[in-house]
């Protein structure tokens, strides 16, 4: 053979070696006792098509070594065990996975308690939520005999002849549990409390071939649609909702020596050590009964609320909050709502994104066959859960599912959350939810801190669905939501609620009873929750009055110096719907008392709120017009406010009217009739500037009529006010004013028109979008005072109303269009990195931009002094980023004025700008 043919040669066989070394491929694995997790020594591993054996090490290890390019099913075998066998392809390449051995039929039996010897039983339940825990494995640790809990957690043990050992105790996502057993034992319950643990990151196999966990998911989610309580045509319910409230982490003994809280001591005699791992001490109770309707189409919710058990408070509007129709948690849905944060679920559209699926083994239960499906979350620092699942056979219905927090979840304050479902078929077709539980632990200081345990259940009966009453009964309903109060909804005898509850008070629901009653009733309670009030709000009531608030008693401006300043108003006790409010303040430096008085009348609270108001007013006018905007008269911002400006000052007197009256439907109108005087103090042109032929310079007068559409828009009465909520549609709102001469000393004439668009939309799983969109014109030739002076921000502290690298005062503008508009993603790029998914950081941008001009017959009036800027032809434009949830409560702003750029010889116009402020959010 010539160098030719032999280089062929060499390179044929070359060329056949490494075809046959590419297809051979391995992958490893561990071999366990699927009770007692012991390793197993030369189990075989087998495959037939390759005719292919290894067998297990002393450790349970093996390697096993086949061709890619043929699929099989290989078969584990060893004596005592069942066989199992598992799909071999190309995707179990490189993998280790952890074989769990079942023990043979024969190793788990059930003896009659009566027999001799020594017999024991137990029950297994999740340590936070109490739901009973099925099919978990139960074995002696030194003798490996065990078996299984039967669906409701009961096991069952008996020994003719029994030597101390270790009972162990596991189930798929908990932690094992042991406990010392010896003859002592004989006769008694033991009650086992499984702890949720870490998911592993091995791939488990019992006897189910890889992939089967994602199959099982994808059958489930062609039923999704069918099985989903939304999708049918209608459905109604009785719900009983009970929230409880405890306390943990904190030492009884301890607290019982703080001189205040010892007249409480009574309190810890409730406390309870056999519910749970840790000792708690139950605190409070909710209940409410009520008859729940849905209709799909047209899409309508209806609640009636028939009873309602709050104790140390009756408020209806609690009562609303504390329904279903605010709670309801679609486990089918593809995002579940969780103390107002979005998380995926497991069975939305695109979940196999974010989990990992497996189904570990099936339990045969009353003749039907279950499956046991488990998801855990494939990335950490997202917002999903790890639980678990029993699914119909064939039918893939959801029978109970478990759902927990991810432990890199970002939420703030939360360090558990628990959702168990139990459903129940309502015919031959349907299986309808039967049973709520949400369980979360609240805690600020970190997870050893005092915790408050929140524990709502909630159960369903008089189930009905596709029926004709329930059209009949929303056909006239003509908004979508309507939550209802029966009359004395809080007034229930004790009687009553016995006969209305689904199930009987527990020993430690009963006590709070008591407890809260006993607590009521002392003095020094009443005075503690007083004192700890007025920490928090800055109010404290003395019988008919009230006081406060504490943090604008005293504060510092260069034009009034130190500024000291008392409130006084009335409380319930003295007139139920007539709210007196007033305060004097006096500056050291200015020398001049001011101050503020107003009368406030609700006329109708329900069902539709009518109210009235007036008041005096003659004070520094400081601008402050939205809520969440600070208060420049407050003890706290001399330490925020921007070096190096000109602060400029102006004092209005006011005396006004206004009348508020819903209308229904989201619809409300306010009517106002003001007439005010404006006096320049400092750095802005004075009244003298604008002589006037009638009346007196700088006074208008003027009436003005507000229409606002706020669709579902829920809230939260107090003792005279109404607190927002929000709403899931977009808040309108539309305004116009005009100027009256001639009446009292009013000199002017004016029509000013605006309007004003806001809303928040979750765009989960990419956080949260929130928007402004408002708009203004002012018809007439006026001083800067009844103008448009564009909101600007003379502190440190972040104003999301306004433009923080602008100051008061600064532009001018009798026309103007704007939006606000920011973006927050939640933890967003911070989730990749390990410290900041740790601190939970957040991460937004946002955009603020305004167009606006001034006439120029407004500008001659104006701005002979050039004390004012205008916007004419030119666009103010902020954009912004930072940090968000710093510590849980604080926020960083970096903000830069992108338009108009400062002028060179402009010192004081800073293009950027760093802002803190508060921010409390889950």
């Known amino acids: 053979m010539n160098l030719t043919g032999k280089l062929l040669l060499v390179f044929s066989l070359f060329f056949v070696l490494l075809k046959v070394d590419a297809q051979i491929v391995s992958f490893s694995g561990t071999i366990q006792d699927g009770v007692t997790k012991l390793p197993i020594n030369k189990a075989l591993v087998h495959s037939p098509k390759d005719s292919l054996s290894s067998s297990s090490d002393s450790l349970g290890s093996f390697t096993f070594k086949f061709d890619m390019s043929v699929a099989d099913t290989v078969t584990v075998s060893d004596s005592g065990y069942e066989d199992f066998k598992f799909a071999c392809d190309s995707s179990i390449r490189d993998k280790n996975i952890l074989i769990l051995l079942q023990p043979v039929k024969a190793l788990s039996i059930s003896i009659p308690a009566d027999i001799g010897g020594i017999n024991f039983t137990g029950t297994i339940q999740d340590g936070h939520t109490n739901e009973p825990i099925g099919y978990a494995s139960v074995y002696m640790a030194r003798t490996g005999y065990g078996k299984t809990s039967d669906s409701l957690g009961n096991f069952t043990f008996h020994f003719d002849q029994f030597t101390p050992d270790t009972l162990v105790v596991s189930y798929v996502g908990y932690e094992d549990f042991k406990i010392a057993i010896d003859s002592s034992i004989n006769g008694k319950n033991i009650l086992v409390l499984l702890q949720r643990g870490r998911p592993s990151n091995e791939v488990v196999v019992r006897g189910r071939s890889i992939g089967r966990g994602l199959l099982l998911w994808r059958m489930m989610m062609k039923k999704k649609k069918q099985y989903n309580r939304y999708n049918l045509s209608n459905f109604s319910y009785e719900a009983y909702n009970k929230l409880e409230v405890d306390i943990k982490n904190f030492n009884p003994k301890k607290v019982q020596k703080v001189f205040f809280l010892k007249p409480f001591s009574f309190v810890f005699n409730n406390i309870d050590s056999t519910s749970e791992k840790d000792p708690f001490l139950p605190a409070y109770l909710l209940e409410t009964v009520s008859d729940y309707s849905f209709q799909k189409s047209p899409k309508r919710y209806y609640e009636d609320i028939k009873a309602s058990n709050t104790k140390g408070f009756k408020n209806e509007s609690m009562s609303k909050l504390l329904g279903v129709m605010n709670q309801n948690v679609n486990v089918y849905g593809n995002y579940i709502t969780v103390i107002d944060k979005d998380f995926i679920g497991p069975l939305n559209d695109e979940a196999y994104q974010y989990y990992n699926f497996s189904s570990p083994d099936t339990q045969i239960v009353n003749g039907k066959k279950l499956y046991?499906?488990?998801?855990?979350?494939?990335?950490?620092?997202?917002?999903?859960?790890?639980?678990?699942?029993?699914i119909m056979e064939k039918t893939y219905q959801i029978t109970k599912i478990s759902l927990y927090l991810g432990k890199e979840a970002n939420i703030n304050f939360i360090t558990r959350i628990s959702v168990f479902q139990e459903f129940t078929p309502v015919n031959d077709s349907i299986y309808f939810l039967t049973r709520d539980k949400f369980f979360a632990d609240f805690n600020v200081l970190g997870k050893q801190s005092l915790t408050f345990i929140g524990r709502k259940t909630t159960s369903y009966k008089n189930i009905v669905v596709n029926s004709d009453s329930i059209t009949a009964l929303l056909k006239k309903q003509n908004i979508e939501d309507v939550i209802k109060t029966e009359p004395g909804v809080n007034d229930v005898s004790d009687s009553d609620w016995n006969k209305l509850r689904h199930d009987t008070l527990s020993k430690n629901e009963l006590a709070i009873y008591t407890t809260v009653d006993k607590l009521l009733q002392m003095p020094k309670f009443t005075r503690l929750r007083k004192d700890l009030q007025f920490l928090a709000t800055g109010y404290r009531k003395y019988g008919n009055f009230e006081?406060?608030?504490?943090?604008?008693?005293?504060?510092?401006?260069?034009?009034?110096?130190?500024?000291?300043?008392?409130?006084?108003?009335?409380?319930?006790?003295?007139?139920?719907?007539?709210?007196?409010?007033?305060?004097?303040?006096?500056?050291?430096?200015?020398?001049?008392?001011?101050?503020m008085g107003e009368a406030y009348w609700i006329v109708n609270r329900l069902p539709k709120r009518f109210t009235l108001h007036a008041k005096y007013f003659n004070d520094i006018d400081y601008g402050i017009s939205s809520l969440g905007q600070i208060s420049q008269d407050n003890i706290f911002t001399v330490a925020i406010r921007k070096p190096n400006i000109t602060r400029k000052f102006i004092?209005?007197?006011?005396?006004?009217?206004d009348a508020y009256n819903e209308i229904g439907g989201g619809f409300s109108t306010q009517v106002f009739v003001a007439d005010r005087k404006y006096t320049p103090l400092e750095n802005l042109p004075l009244a003298s500037n604008y002589p006037t032929t009638t009346g007196d310079p700088l006074e208008s007068f003027s009436v003005a009529l507000k229409l606002r559409f706020a669709y579902l828009e829920q809230f939260l009465d107090g003792d005279y006010f109404q607190y927002s909520l929000g709403t899931r549609y977009p808040t309108v709102e539309v305004m116009a004013e005009q100027g009256i001469p001639g009446v009292l000393h009013s000199a002017y004439t004016y029509t000013k028109l605006s309007m004003d668009i806001s809303d928040v939309i979750k765009i989960s799983p990419y956080g949260s979008l929130t928007y402004r969109a408002y708009a203004g014109k002012v018809f007439g030739t006026l001083p800067y005072p009844f103008l448009v002076n564009l909101p600007g921000n003379d502190l440190h502290y972040y104003d999301p109303y306004s433009f923080n690298l602008m100051t008061r005062f600064e532009y001018l503008a009798d026309q103007y269009i704007g939006i606000n508009v920011e973006h927050n993603f939640g933890s967003g790029l911070f989730r990749f990195i390990p410290l900041t998914r740790k601190l939970k950081w957040r991460q937004f941008w946002n955009v603020k931009a305004l167009w606006g001009s001034l006439d120029d017959a407004n500008s001659k009036l104006n701005n002979s002094t050039n004390t004012f800027q205008t916007l004419n032809g030119k666009s103010y434009i902020e954009v912004g980023t930072g940090i968000d949830n710093i510590l849980r409560i604080l926020r960083l702003d970096l903000v830069w004025r992108v338009s108009p750029g400062a002028l060179p010889t402009d010192n004081k116009t800073s293009n950027f700008g760093i802002f803190g402020s508060f921010h409390f959010q889950f």
Do not use: C, M
């Open 547 to 595: 006081i406060g608030p504490w943090f604008n008693w005293v504060s510092v401006n260069q034009w009034e110096g130190t500024r000291y300043r008392f409130d006084l108003g009335n409380t319930p006790q003295l007139f139920k719907d007539v709210y007196l409010h007033g305060y004097l303040a006096y500056g050291t430096k200015d020398e001049k008392l001011k101050g």
């Open 372 to 390: 046991h499906f488990v998801f855990s979350p494939k990335h950490p620092g997202q917002s999903t859960f790890q639980g678990d699942a029993w």
């Open 651 to 657: 004092s209005k007197q006011e005396i006004s009217f």
